[in-house]
Each structure stands twice: as structure tokens, then as C-alpha cells.
């Protein structure tokens, strides 16, 4: 029987060889599984990050369906705040919706920390997961200050991210009030799932491509830094993701990631050493699922060759997978990827 020691995932993200190109897909459990929609049906999104019997099941989902390398924790980077009471909503085909937009010192002073008490629900549902899921990883994961905090001043989703910056301009001490409690919230958070049996922990940094280096190393650097410090005191590999970073990368690796996760924009090859030495999680073009099968395998496997420089290479899409994908080119995908020679 194959154990959590035998895992190409795990032995990836720590540099060592695994037995196949490992693969998971962000975003695997959602919009693109008829069975996703189906346990979700009037559910409320929220809700069912609170239900322990539903984050279970849909967690399991894609491992079913594709045999992954890798399960990642169904949840949303807004649940911790959730959690601690901040009024949000996640409006279906929008996103996360905040009620109060965060301004100034005292809106930051009355978020509260994050306890494990307040999530015993992530708690329960972790344990089960890893019961159920045996050889098979579990990643934790949070969101990365910069994103939460986009979320939480311009109170939803936004393109340009304007006022977010206009808080990181020109309110340097809310700015970096809001940072360090949301940074905290998050390294507790991902505590909570390391410490129930979480095998690895991603941070997601999704929108931090739309800073510019210097920013992004003097504004939010030191607050993802001190995330992934905290955690990496629990000995999982940490992977640290952010879409249009290409500039970014090297800072991304700096900031204390064991593998580096690059969006489908930038060839691994050209990524690889950017990053030092480290792994690399991604990169195949999310829409590259809708070209013709032999199309897509012929860039997935660019995308393994690109890899092999890495120190260790993590299959996935370049960002997360699109709910019109269908399920079955993304098992084809994952039988390309484990059956391509490991070299
Ligand atoms: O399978 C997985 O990857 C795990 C689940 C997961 C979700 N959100 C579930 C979800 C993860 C890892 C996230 C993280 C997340 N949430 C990020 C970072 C990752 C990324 O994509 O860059 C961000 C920016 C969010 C914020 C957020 N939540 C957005 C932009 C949306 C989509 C809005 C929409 O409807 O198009 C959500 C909602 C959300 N989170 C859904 C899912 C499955 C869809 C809502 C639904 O199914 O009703």
C-alpha cells in the first residue's frame, strides 16, 4: 500500500524524484463537475465552506474523478474573515462581496485575530479528509495579504485595484495595519489545517501581478514573508502562486517558498531561474483545454520538458480551471502528465 512517504507531490515540492510528473489543477473542485453542482444545489457558497460533510465531499470529487496527485482543501480565501465576523458575501458569477470596505485604522483595529476556535469546522473537515484520502496529500491554503486586502477596500472585485493602492500610497499605516492583521488571520488559518493534517499549504497571491517589483517588495513582501515564516515552522512545503508575476518571480521565491507557482504567460524554462533554487508549480494555458486533445497533450508535454531545469516540477494549469471545462479533457490531461516519462 503507497503511503504519503511515496508521493510524487511531496517529493516534488521538496526537490527530490518523484515517480511520475505529479498534477493537480487549481480550482479542481467547481463549476466545471457536474457532482459539484450537484452537492451545491441550494447551497450558499459560505454555507458550504462551513459544512464539514460538503467540504469533504467536494474535496474528494476531483480525486475520484482524475486520480490527482494532490487534493486541494475546499474553501475560499475569504472564509477566514468569514470567520471572524467580518460581513462578506460570495455573490455567485461576481465573487467575494464586502459590506464595509476597510478605510481606516480603527476598521482595521476591529477585525478580529483568528483562534482556531473559530473554525472548528475546517478542523473536523481536515482530519476526515486525510482519513479518507491516505497516499493522497491534502493542500491547505490561504489567501495572501495583497488579495484578501484588495477584497476588503475595494469591498469586491476590481480590475485596477485603485483604491487598494491608493491605502498603500498614501495611508502607509493602515496599509500595513491591514496587512500584518490579515497576515496573521491567514498563518493562523493555515495552522489550523497543517495542524489537523494538511500535507502541504499553498498561498494565493492572485492578484499580486498588478504591482511592480519595487512596490511589491516594500508594501507586501515583508507580510507574505512573515506568513510563509510562520508556517514554514511547521515543516510542510509551501507553495506560493500569483497570476501575470513574471517580473515578481524571483521576490515570490525570496519571500520564503519552497516551490514557486507560474502562471501559463511565462515558458518554466525562462522561469526556472528567476525562482533559485526551488520548484516550480504550473503552467499550461487553462484554455488550452478546449484545443483538440492532441493539441493539448503536445503542450503539455512543452510544458514538462520546460520544467526539467526546475528542481522539482509540479504539473498544473497556469491558473485556475475554467467552469466550462469539460471533466473529461481534464482526465486526459491527467493521464498524459503521470504516464510521460520521467527522464
Ligand atoms: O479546487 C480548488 O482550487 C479549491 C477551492 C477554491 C475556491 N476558491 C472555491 C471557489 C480556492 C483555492 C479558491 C481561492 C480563491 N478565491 C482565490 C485565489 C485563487 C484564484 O483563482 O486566483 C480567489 C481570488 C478567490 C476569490 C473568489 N471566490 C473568486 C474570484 C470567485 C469566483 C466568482 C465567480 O463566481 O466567478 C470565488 C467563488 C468561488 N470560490 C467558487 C469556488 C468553487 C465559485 C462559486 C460557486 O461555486 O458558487
Not at 500584518?180 to 489545517?193: N, R
Not at 526551488?278 to 497533450?297: C, I, K, S, W, Y
Request: hydrophobic fraction near 45%; proline fraction near 8%; aromatic fraction near 6%.
Amino acid at each position: 500500500m503507497p503511503t504519503l512517504a511515496d508521493s510524487p507531490f511531496l517529493a516534488a515540492a521538496r526537490g527530490e524524484k518523484p515517480s511520475h510528473t505529479p498534477v493537480w489543477f487549481m480550482r479542481q473542485a467547481g463549476r466545471s463537475l457536474p457532482e459539484y453542482r450537484a452537492a451545491r444545489e441550494g447551497v450558499a457558497m459560505l454555507e458550504s465552506c462551513m459544512t464539514p460533510e460538503l467540504i469533504v465531499e467536494i474535496t474528494l470529487q476531483p480525486v475520484r474523478r482524475y486520480g490527482v496527485d494532490a487534493a486541494i482543501f475546499f474553501s475560499d480565501i475569504v472564509l477566514p474573515l468569514k470567520a471572524v465576523g467580518v460581513d462578506l458575501d460570495i455573490k455567485p458569477g461576481v465573487g467575494p462581496v464586502v459590506a464595509d470596505p476597510v478605510e481606516t485604522l480603527a476598521d482595521v483595529a476591529a477585525i478580529p485575530d483568528l483562534t482556531p476556535d473559530d473554525v472548528p469546522f475546517i478542523t473536523r473537515a481536515v482530519q476526515e479528509l486525510v482519513g479518507e484520502l491516505g497516499a493522497t496529500p491534502l493542500i491547505g491554503f490561504a489567501g495572501a495579504p495583497f488579495t484578501v486586502a484588495s477584497y476588503l477596500v475595494e469591498g469586491g472585485p476590481s480590475k485596477e485595484h485603485a483604491r487598494t493602492k491608493a491605502m498603500m500610497f498614501g495611508a502607509p499605516d493602515v496599509w500595513d495595519a491591514l496587512m500584518a492583521k490579515i497576515g496573521g488571520i491567514a498563518a493562523a488559518f493555515l495552522e489550523v489545517q497543517v495542524a489537523a493534517g494538511a500535507s502541504a499549504i499553498q498561498l494565493f497571491d492572485s492578484w499580486a501581478g498588478a504591482l511592480t517589483p519595487r512596490d511589491y517588495r516594500e508594501f507586501v513582501m515583508p507580510h507574505s514573508a512573515a506568513v510563509l515564516d510562520r508556517v514554514g515552522r511547521l515543516g510542510v512545503p509551501r507553495i506560493h502562486f500569483g497570476v501575470g508575476t513574471g517580473s515578481l518571480l524571483p521576490l515570490m521565491g525570496e519571500a520564503g517558498a519552497d516551490v514557486v507557482g507560474v502562471d501559463w504567460r511565462m515558458p518554466l524554462d525562462q522561469a526556472v531561474p528567476l525562482v533559485g533554487d526551488r520548484a516550480v508549480q504550473g503552467n499550461l494555458d487553462p484554455t488550452l483545454v478546449f484545443a483538440p486533445t492532441e493539441v493539448m497533450t503536445a503542450r503539455a508535454a512543452e510544458v514538462i520538458e520546460a520544467g526539467r531545469s526546475a528542481r522539482g516540477h509540479i504539473f498544473n494549469l497556469g491558473h485556475g480551471v475554467i467552469p466550462s471545462t469539460d471533466p473529461d479533457q481534464l482526465a486526459r490531461l491527467t493521464e498524459f502528465v503521470q504516464g510521460y516519462p520521467i527522464g
